[in-house]
């Protein structure tokens, strides 16, 4: 039960962190837009760069809505989430170890 807990405070937690990163993000990428269309011209160099964080923003929040699932089935069908195999098919390198962050402290 004590493992169910840290596992799931531990979800929390990152879920939290991740959420609050994808918010800053999207706020920053609307700043950017604003700035395109209020000046009306074609975006700079650094803005096109800027808006290439939608794609990161997508694909952290799919990999995100994949994990979960996972952990729900994981859940559903043995009682217990295995994060290390939640976590496989998440294809984002960085997400996938910030969400093995949580395993790692249950494991220990």
């Given at each position: 039960m004590e493992d169910l807990r840290e596992t799931v405070?531990?979800?929390s937690a990152i879920s939290a962190r991740e959420m609050r990163q994808l918010y800053s993000k999207v706020q920053t990428?609307?700043?950017?837009?604003?700035?395109?269309?209020?000046?009306g011209t074609?975006?700079?160099?650094?803005?096109?760069?800027?808006?290439?964080?939608?794609?990161?923003?997508?694909?952290?929040?799919?990999?995100?809505?994949g994990f979960f699932e996972r952990v729900e089935s994981q859940?559903?069908?043995?009682g217990h989430p295995d994060i290390a195999e939640?976590?496989?098919a998440v294809t984002l390198q960085?997400?996938?170890?910030?969400?093995?962050e949580i395993g790692n402290l249950?494991?220990?």
């Open positions: 405070t531990g979800l990428l609307e700043d950017v837009v604003h700035t395109i269309f209020e000046r074609k975006p700079s160099r650094q803005e096109c760069q800027s808006l290439q964080d939608f794609d990161l923003v997508m694909q952290t929040l799919a990999g995100l809505a859940v559903l069908d043995n939640a976590t496989q960085k997400l996938r170890e910030r969400l093995q249950v494991d220990s």
